[in-house]
């Protein structure tokens, strides 16, 4: 028993022991070392053996997502710049301002070199100076007895750091001007700091739109606005266009990394090197920039002539939907017409006329009515339904759309049959939807929606539907978007929905597409006739079917103050072309001007159409083999094999054996081969042998000859001049 108490007291007195060396311990370090250890885990700042450590954190982004034609040409870009501003009145350690004064000096020449340092050095020191000693004053002036003077040095004291805030250091106007990362990091390193500000040193980070093609359809394809919350940060937001239905996979990721300074020295973190920022997505869109700058070229000369407020066109491919061009120009107070706002998705308006083809197809799958039934017409006249249709006659619509659906709500039931009242889900923010009048019985509003009064349908909706007459009743949706290709190289290819698959009957898409021909060829769209057309009717013996099929559309604009209808008028046409084998459909608007459909709009159509079938022909041409041959590219002469492999790779075909021989070609046979002509490079006539030869082959014979050539200019060879061994080889474009 007395054993057991002995190894108790034993144990006792060791963990007493412990106790007292740990409590001195820990005095001791309170006592002496409280400042190196002042502090906690979770600070900025840590001393340890004399070593300042300190952390912070910064956010890294990938790269947005950029949005590319259907050819893979770049349209918009999205990327982050910096604007650097130095503050004298945010310097917060002026002994150490100074120390590293010229290290600063040199990152500003490394993004801005338009002054040299002297200039620099002169312009913060002085500057610097002179807000030290404001600075000085006024704090002496703030603490008088006098209360005028106090007040106003209060107020003085408030107004220096904006009376002193330097222009930008760098001007992210010019590329090789704009901050980077690494430059910032490098002034971060030599002024470490709690706040945004380093050395009085500040850089604003934002995002500029890069629009490769101005005017290109870029109100559809993005709008970038920055908004202002009440704490006066800025905020990004996509809420237009594509960018805008697409922003959550054009978005970049952002991650956030930390940041080691040993004794104000950054040290890189093995840790921030596992994982980089994501990318976004890229968005490749079925524009073509040669259909959109045909289509935006017609449009901008009439809207020039015409002064009108705004217009847009649009052209869709008949069989797949895909949106080949779209426009959208708007008259700036400038009096230049730019791409502001997207009217084509964004805005509805009172179509007109060209709703009359939708009564039309509804009055013919009643089946009570046909394209040859005589209907009571405007001034007391009466004409086939096909004629009414022809000249646009309001009254002849109406009456047709009568005897086929006496109440207004069965005409109403059998338009939403047809799926106009379908939402498209057009891939562009806040698209707008058809606004259809409720049902009433009301025989005015019967009459008004039979000539396209009284409701509201976006343009891009009248011309899907349109589209739907050409594509034979089948009814898609317009798209945008071809492909996304993400940053994992996946790709996501995107096809039309089909939102009806036939309207109405095969028998009644056949009268309508007859009745459209007819309203270019006889009717109100007469100045959408073609020139091979207009050829034909003073040659009787050429068959010649109209290129385009297509109707006018003329309504006033209703104003809001006045409340009644004004005389300024929205004018369109929508058609199709070539309208023996539809390929596009297109719809062309002209806002706020005093002419009709036929006179503003139907021009522009045919212009459009045109232009895009001259365009596929020479494309179609130059596919061919006869095609190829004549576009084949030239070649002054080479080595047999050489041009042979070329060729070949090329897709001709050629007619010559390989071997060293120089040739050139000279034509092609009845077989569309190129063919090939032994060149004999000779001394004495070089110089003529080499005219219009490219200079690497220039050069490559004459030292193969064993002359030492020097050249001159830029382009092909002009002229070659000999002096002894030394050749001069003119160039000229």
Same mark, same amino acid.
């Given at each position: 028993?007395?054993?057991?108490?002995?190894?108790?007291?034993?144990?006792?007195?060791?963990?007493?022991?412990?106790?007292?060396?740990?409590?001195?311990?820990?005095?001791?370090?309170?006592?002496?070392?409280?400042?190196?250890?002042?502090?906690?885990?979770?600070?900025?700042?840590?001393?340890?053996?004399?070593?300042?450590?300190? %952390?912070?954190?910064?956010?890294?982004?990938?790269?947005?997502?950029?949005?590319?034609?259907?050819?893979?040409?770049?349209?918009?870009?999205?990327?982050?710049?910096?604007?650097?501003?130095?503050?004298?009145?945010?310097?917060?350690?002026?002994?150490?301002?100074?120390?590293?004064?010229?290290?600063?000096?040199?990152?500003?020449?490394?993004?801005?070199?338009?002054?040299?340092?002297?200039?620099?050095?002169?312009?913060?020191?002085?500057?610097?100076?002179?807000?030290?000693?404001?600075?000085?004053?006024?704090?002496? !002036?703030?603490?008088?007895?006098?209360?005028?003077?106090?007040?106003?040095?209060?107020?003085?004291?408030?107004?220096?750091?904006?009376?002193?805030?330097?222009?930008?250091?760098?001007?992210?106007?010019?590329? !090789?001007?704009?901050?980077?990362?690494?430059?910032?990091?490098?002034?971060?390193?030599?002024?470490?700091?709690?706040?945004?500000?380093?050395?009085?040193?500040?850089?604003?980070?934002?995002?500029?739109?890069?629009?490769?093609?101005?005017?290109?359809?870029?109100?559809?394809?993005?709008?970038?606005?920055?908004?202002?919350?009440?704490?006066?940060?800025?905020?990004?937001?996509?809420?237009?266009?594509?960018?805008?239905?697409?922003?959550?996979?054009?978005?970049?990721?952002?991650?956030?990394?930390?940041?080691?300074?040993?004794?104000?020295?950054?040290?890189?973190?093995?840790?921030?090197?596992?994982?980089?920022?994501?990318?976004?997505?890229?968005?490749?869109?079925?524009?073509?920039?040669?259909?959109?700058?045909?289509?935006?070229?017609?449009?901008?000369?009439?809207?020039?002539?015409?002064?009108?407020?705004?217009?847009?066109?649009?052209?869709?491919?008949?069989?797949?939907?895909?949106?080949?061009?779209?426009?959208?120009?708007?008259?700036?107070?400038?009096?230049?017409?730019?791409?502001?706002?997207?009217?084509?998705?964004?805005?509805?308006?009172?179509?007109?006329?060209?709703?009359?083809?939708? %009564?039309?197809?509804?009055?013919?799958?009643?089946?009570?009515?046909?394209?040859?039934?005589?209907? =009571?017409?405007?001034?007391?006249?009466?004409?086939?339904?096909?004629?009414?249709?022809?000249?646009?006659?309001?009254?002849?619509?109406?009456?047709?759309?009568?005897?086929?659906?006496?109440? @207004?709500?069965?005409?109403?039931?059998?338009?939403?049959?047809?799926?106009?009242?379908?939402?498209?889900?057009?891939?562009?923010?806040?698209?707008?939807? =058809?606004?259809?009048?409720?049902?009433?019985?009301?025989?005015?509003?019967?009459?008004?929606?039979?000539?396209?009064?009284?409701?509201?349908?976006?343009?891009?909706?009248?011309?899907?539907?349109?589209?739907?007459?050409?594509?034979?009743?089948?009814?898609?949706?317009?798209?945008?978007?071809?492909?996304?290709?993400?940053?994992?190289?996946?790709?996501?290819?995107?096809?039309?929905?089909?939102?009806?698959?036939?309207?109405?009957?095969?028998?009644?898409?056949?009268?309508?597409?007859?009745?459209?021909?007819?309203?270019?060829?006889?009717?109100?769209?007469?100045?959408?006739?073609?020139?091979? @057309?207009?050829?034909?009717?003073?040659?009787?013996?050429?068959?010649?079917?109209?290129?385009?099929?297509?109707?006018?559309?003329?309504?006033?604009?209703?104003?809001?103050?006045?409340?009644?209808?004004?005389?300024?008028?929205?004018?369109?046409?929508?058609?199709?072309?070539?309208?023996?084998?539809?390929?596009?459909?297109?719809?062309?608007?002209?806002?706020?001007?005093?002419?009709?459909?036929?006179?503003?709009?139907?021009?522009?159509?045919?212009?459009?159409?045109?232009?895009?079938?001259?365009?596929?022909?020479?494309?179609?041409?130059?596919?061919?083999?006869?095609?190829?041959?004549?576009?084949?590219?030239?070649?002054?002469?080479?080595?047999?094999?050489?041009?042979?492999?070329?060729?070949?790779?090329?897709?001709?075909?050629?007619?010559?054996?390989?071997?060293?021989?120089?040739?050139?070609?000279?034509?092609?046979?009845?077989? !569309?081969?190129?063919?090939?002509?032994?060149?004999?490079?000779?001394?004495?006539?070089?110089?003529?042998?080499?005219?219009?030869?490219?200079?690497?082959?220039?050069?490559?014979?004459?030292?193969?000859?064993?002359?030492?050539?020097?050249?001159?200019?830029?382009?092909?060879?002009?002229?070659?001049?000999?002096?002894?061994?030394?050749?001069?080889?003119?160039?000229?474009?």
């Amino acid at each position: 028993m007395k054993k057991i108490v002995l190894n108790t007291l034993f144990l006792y007195l060791i963990i007493l022991t412990i106790g007292i060396v740990a409590a001195v311990r820990v005095v001791s370090l309170v006592v002496k070392k409280s400042n190196s250890y002042r502090g906690s885990f979770d600070s900025a700042k840590v001393v340890v053996d004399d070593r300042l450590f300190t %952390t912070n954190y910064v956010y890294r982004t990938g790269i947005r997502g950029n949005i590319y034609s259907a050819e893979n040409d770049l349209m918009l870009s999205t990327i982050y710049i910096y604007d650097l501003y130095w503050y004298p009145s945010e310097v917060v350690d002026s002994a150490k301002f100074m120390q590293n004064l010229d290290s600063l000096i040199s990152i500003f020449i490394q993004i801005n070199p338009r002054m040299t340092f002297q200039e620099y050095e002169k312009m913060i020191k002085e500057t610097y100076l002179e807000y030290r000693k404001d600075y000085r004053r006024c704090m002496l !002036n703030s603490k008088s007895e006098n209360e005028e003077i106090r007040q106003n040095a209060l107020s003085e004291l408030k107004e220096l750091k904006r009376h002193y805030k330097i222009i930008k250091i760098s001007k992210a106007t010019k590329a !090789n001007e704009w901050v980077t990362q690494e430059h910032w990091d490098k002034i971060c390193s030599l002024f470490p700091a709690k706040s945004k500000l380093h050395g009085g040193c500040k850089v604003d980070k934002r995002l500029i739109h890069n629009n490769v093609y101005k005017n290109c359809a870029t109100a559809t394809i993005g709008y970038l606005s920055v908004q202002q919350s009440k704490k006066y940060t800025d905020s990004i937001v996509y809420d237009r266009g594509i960018e805008g239905y697409y922003d959550s996979l054009l978005a970049e990721e952002r991650l956030m990394y930390k940041r080691l300074y040993v004794n104000n020295v950054l040290v890189p973190l093995r840790e921030n090197r596992k994982v980089n920022p994501q990318n976004g997505a890229d968005i490749i869109t079925t524009i073509n920039i040669d259909i959109q700058r045909i289509t935006e070229n017609a449009l901008m000369d009439k809207l020039i002539q015409t002064h009108a407020a705004w217009g847009c066109a649009i052209v869709m491919e008949v069989e797949t939907g895909e949106i080949k061009a779209i426009s959208n120009l708007t008259r700036t107070r400038e009096g230049v017409y730019e791409e502001t706002v997207d009217h084509a998705i964004r805005e509805s308006y009172e179509p007109g006329s060209t709703f009359k083809l939708i %009564t039309l197809l509804a009055a013919l799958e009643s089946k009570k009515v046909d394209t040859s039934t005589v209907v =009571p017409c405007e001034e007391n006249r009466k004409f086939s339904l096909c004629r009414a249709f022809e000249i646009s006659d309001n009254d002849g619509l109406y009456n047709a759309a009568k005897i086929a659906y006496p109440n @207004y709500y069965d005409f109403f039931m059998a338009i939403m049959k047809m799926s106009l009242q379908k939402n498209l889900n057009i891939e562009v923010a806040k698209a707008q939807m =058809p606004v259809l009048k409720s049902i009433t019985q009301r025989e005015v509003d019967y009459r008004n929606v039979t000539h396209g009064y009284s409701i509201k349908v976006p343009p891009i909706y009248m011309l899907a539907y349109y589209n739907a007459i050409a594509n034979d009743g089948k009814y898609i949706q317009p798209i945008l978007v071809k492909s996304i290709r993400h940053p994992n190289n996946k790709i996501v290819e995107k096809y039309a929905e089909v939102i009806n698959p036939q309207i109405c009957s095969k028998t009644t898409i056949k009268k309508a597409q007859a009745c459209l021909e007819r309203a270019v060829t006889h009717g109100t769209g007469m100045r959408a006739r073609d020139d091979n @057309y207009k050829m034909s009717l003073r040659d009787t013996s050429l068959n010649v079917r109209p290129l385009i099929a297509g109707k006018t559309g003329t309504a006033f604009i209703f104003d809001e103050k006045e409340k009644r209808y004004s005389n300024i008028k929205n004018s369109s046409f929508i058609g199709y072309f070539p309208s023996e084998n539809p390929k596009y459909s297109c719809l062309v608007l002209i806002s706020q001007t005093t002419l009709d459909g036929g006179h503003v709009a139907a021009p522009v159509c045919k212009e459009i159409a045109e232009k895009i079938v001259s365009r596929d022909n020479q494309i179609a041409w130059s596919q061919t083999n006869k095609g190829m041959i004549k576009n084949a590219p030239t070649v002054k002469f080479g080595k047999a094999e050489d041009m042979i492999n070329i060729y070949t790779y090329l897709g001709y075909k050629t007619k010559y054996p390989r071997s060293q021989h120089w040739v050139q070609v000279v034509q092609e046979d009845e077989e !569309n081969k190129l063919i090939f002509e032994k060149k004999d490079i000779k001394k004495q006539n070089i110089a003529s042998q080499l005219r219009g030869a490219t200079a690497k082959d220039a050069v490559y014979l004459l030292e193969k000859l064993g002359y030492k050539v020097a050249l001159q200019g830029v382009g092909k060879v002009n002229r070659v001049s000999f002096l002894d061994n030394e050749v001069v080889v003119e160039l000229k474009n």
